[in-house]
């Protein structure tokens, strides 16, 4: 088997197991199913890319690929995944074995189509909601950093702009003699025809843009010169949806964004303001589905504050009336929470779109985008909670962003916000539109859910499992938005024979094949296909195919979705230990009833440790996280790859010595903990540069630097880490200095396994690792326990388990 990481470079591809297996006992002894985490659009220099349709099977829609069995005599190819015979167009018949079209090439396991279209895709189109209950100087900033991304958009996109306080404010860009608003009451929901209705579009606006562009001879950039052609046609688009491509409209959009002022509505004494966030977003909605065809817009929510009135309200105005906390929630106190989260899941139904208009396109790859649709992109700047966790559908279900932090003044908002405008050599944004996620199947597997930014488009087929995980019961998933920086957790079920005897009449391997359908900003649809096969359990040893990395990850990506969709902490907790207990069970190398003959091979190993940290990671442990953090953490989660999601479940750890030697990767242990170091945390969600007492000193004391030049380089590397660490990483994450025993070195300690708890002695000394000297004792306090004590127990478990 080719080396797991060299394949996730290449198609962006980690299974949990790298083979499936065949009898029922099998299945159950991996106490989780086999699934994957994959990253359609993975960034490659390399990638093949093929200027035509491909080639697809006429029974299963699968693709031409490198599997596929080729009959030049007959010119026909055989399907990998349904054994069909399928005609090979006749621009293939000079095909030789040294003549081959890309597809077929051994090194394009993945490979993207530029899709040949009769008609160019509309243009992209970004809505900004704005929160005008603020601060002047977080709004004053806010206004700032939207002006400097105007320039930054795709060519010929469209801008909205919508203000909401006590009331929806709808902006006419399109009117250059004043400044010109719709107003909306946000006391209720509203019906698109009504809102369509008070703004003037509805029955004058063309439902059907592509119209408008016959006999337009195409250009580079599509979307540039659909904007141009609606001109005082449409109704929606020059009046309220602005094209940005010249500098008239990114002058007038300055002049309006720099004209909001904070909300004057005055704010009684003891209470908060009145602001209707969910009937923005309603209206929002409404602007969308009344613009035009396969309008895939993207909303910008802008929030300063909780939504105290109307649809989506989560607290009263009175500031007695506390925000919900996870105990409220839990206990069914807080009395606003379902009927927020009812209208929110509904309003991210309406963005993810139907099948509805499926009939009205003869384009195959893209039959599922001719209704209206939007994705989310969530930005809370404020020091209290906004509603991210009643929200959080809207974002999950179309792939938007989730930002929280304290103000709109922070780097951490700015550096994040600009991060999505962040462009290819060809000077196009990462952030596409419009995409689909097919997986597709050879007999006996099945596909049982999606984990991750997408939502089922309910494609029932013969490759759809009985079982159900996260979005399940399709093989077909919308991908409202979709980059480069978007990984999705897929699981399969494999029908197993009942006994070993049986195993014979199995398969020796199996083959998947994921279709990945996007627009890119550029104007262009495009497929990415990626086609891979896997051994079963007929054909090698499951204990040898074993990814404990990515069981990690997927076993986090279970527990998020479990717990939103409802499940208990306590239960989830249990759930995972059985798990795990289980797996080592069946895996690990013991002799009945002698916890300390318990060996783990080199392929589970580190499996019980990951579990460790995640079982006190931020994902499972809630105590003194807001519901608000809570929703970040997970939303963050569900879109991460193998490599960042580790970080999130076990940080690591450098640390860094005046001594002249390199810097280290160390134990996260409280045996790590030295006077004279200085550490390097990454959390992911936040940086920790951590003086020990010794080095905090040194550096106060400002020695002169070419007599210790070894404090300063100690200093100036971990600043340099840190640096390059943040640069990566979005979000963008907070960055926080701290000396031993002050409050911020806090952010540390709750990472460190206490190994105090065991006479500062790690895993029984198997591992090794700093122990410190008498009265260098460790200053992390808390109730958990170590990672020995935990290993131990586990060990006990396992050899006493029937």
């Known amino acids: 088997m080719a080396d797991i990481y060299e394949i996730e470079d290449i198609d962006g591809v980690r299974f949990n197991w790298n083979a499936f297996p065949v009898t029922r006992q ?466 399969f079920d494999m029908q197993t024979v009942g006994s070993v005897e049986q195993r014979t009449s199995s398969v020796p391997e199996v083959y998947i094949q994921f279709q990945t359908t996007y627009r890119h900003t550029d104007g262009t649809v495009r497929m990415r296909v990626t086609t891979l096969s896997r051994l079963t359990s007929n054909s090698t040893d499951l204990s040898s195919t074993f990814d404990q990395e990515a069981a990690a990850v997927l076993y986090a990506r279970l527990v998020v979705n479990k717990l939103e969709r409802g499940g208990e902490y306590s239960d989830l907790l249990r759930w995972i230990d059985k798990s795990l207990v289980k797996l080592c069970t069946v895996f690990g190398d013991y002799t009945k009833g002698d916890a300390n003959s318990f060996r783990l091979s080199n392929k589970f190993s580190l499996l019980p440790q990951f579990i460790y940290h995640l079982r006190r990671s931020q994902f499972l442990q809630v105590f003194n996280y807001s519901p608000d953090e809570t929703a970040f953490y997970h939303h963050t989660l569900l879109r991460t790859d193998v490599r960042d999601s580790l970080v999130m479940i076990q940080p690591t750890l450098v640390r860094f010595l005046a001594d002249g030697s390199e810097p280290e990767p160390v134990l996260l242990d409280s045996a790590s903990l030295k006077p004279d170091a200085v550490l390097l945390l990454d959390a992911f969600f936040y940086t920790v540069i951590y003086y020990g007492r010794v080095a905090a000193e040194w550096r106060d004391a400002h020695y002169p630097k070419d007599e210790y030049p070894g404090v300063y380089d100690m200093m100036d590397k971990s600043r340099e880490e840190a640096a390059s660490l943040i640069a990566d990483r979005f979000p963008l994450p907070r960055y926080v200095t701290c000396d031993e025993g002050k409050s911020q070195a806090r952010f540390l300690y709750s990472k460190l396994n206490p190994s105090e708890n065991d006479n500062n002695q790690f895993v029984g000394g198997r591992m090794g690792g700093y122990v410190p000297d008498e009265g260098e004792a460790s200053v992390v306090h808390t109730e958990d326990v170590s990672l020995r004590t935990f290993f131990q127990h586990l060990a006990k478990l396992v050899v006493n388990a029937s």
């Open 26 to 491: 099998e299945a159950d002894n991996m106490s989780s199913p086999v699934g994957c985490l994959y990253t359609p659009l993975l960034a490659r220099d390399d990638l093949p890319v093929a200027e035509y349709d491909p080639q697809v099977c006429r029974r299963c829609r699968a693709v031409l690929n490198v599997f596929s069995q080729i009959d030049l005599g007959s010119k026909t190819w055989v399907c990998t995944l349904c054994n069909s015979r399928n005609p090979l167009p006749p621009h293939y018949a000079g095909i030789t074995a040294e003549n081959l079209p890309l597809e077929l090439n051994p090194q394009s396991s993945s490979i993207e189509y530029i899709l040949s279209r009769t008609q160019p895709p509309p243009p992209p189109c970004y809505i900004y909601v704005v929160d005008l209950c603020q601060e002047p100087e977080d709004l004053e900033s806010l206004k700032k950093t939207l002006i400097t991304t105007l320039p930054l958009h795709p060519p010929g996109a469209l801008v909205g702009l919508i203000t909401f306080d006590s009331v929806v404010n709808v902006h006419e860009l399109g009117f250059k003699s004043c400044s010109k608003t719709y107003v909306f009451s946000g006391s209720h929901e509203y019906e698109s025809v009504a809102a369509q209705k008070q703004l003037g579009i509805y029955g004058n606006c063309s439902r059907d843009w592509m119209r408008q562009l016959e006999g337009s001879a195409p250009v580079k950039a599509p979307g540039a010169r659909a904007a141009a052609q609606f001109g005082p046609i449409a109704s929606t688009v020059g009046r309220f949806l602005i094209p940005i491509g010249d500098e008239d409209s990114i002058t007038r959009l300055t002049k309006t964004i720099t004209s909001l002022e904070p909300s004057k509505w005055t704010v009684k004494p003891g209470h908060r303001a009145v602001r209707v966030t969910g009937a923005a977003l309603d209206i929002a909605s409404c602007l969308i589905d009344g613009s035009y065809t396969q309008c895939c817009a993207k909303v910008m929510l802008f929030s300063a504050g909780a939504c105290t009135f109307g649809p989506g309200k989560i607290v009263g105005t009175e500031l007695k009336e506390p925000i919900r906390s996870h105990s409220d929630i839990d206990k069914g106190s807080a009395s606003h929470y379902k009927k927020a989260v009812k209208f929110y899941q509904k309003l991210a139904t309406k963005a993810v779109g139907s099948n509805a208009a499926r009939e009205n396109t003869k384009d195959k790859f893209f039959d599922h985008n001719a209704s209206s649709s939007f994705c989310v992109n969530i930005f809370a700047g404020c020091y209290d909670q906004t509603g991210v966790y009643e929200m959080l559908p809207l974002a999950n279900k179309t792939g938007g962003v989730v930002v929280v932090t304290d103000s709109f003044q922070t780097s951490i908002f700015r550096n994040s916000f600009f991060e999505l405008y962040a462009k290819d050599d060809n000077g196009y944004p990462f952030d596409y539109s419009a995409g689909s996620l097919d997986v597709l199947t050879s007999p006996r597997l099945k596909v049982a859910g999606l984990i991750g930014h997408g939502a089922s488009l309910k494609a029932d087929g013969e490759n759809v499992a009985d079982v159900e995980i996260g979005e399940g019961f399709t093989h077909r998933w919308s991908l409202r938005s979709i980059s480069p920086r978007h990984t999705y957790a897929i699981f």
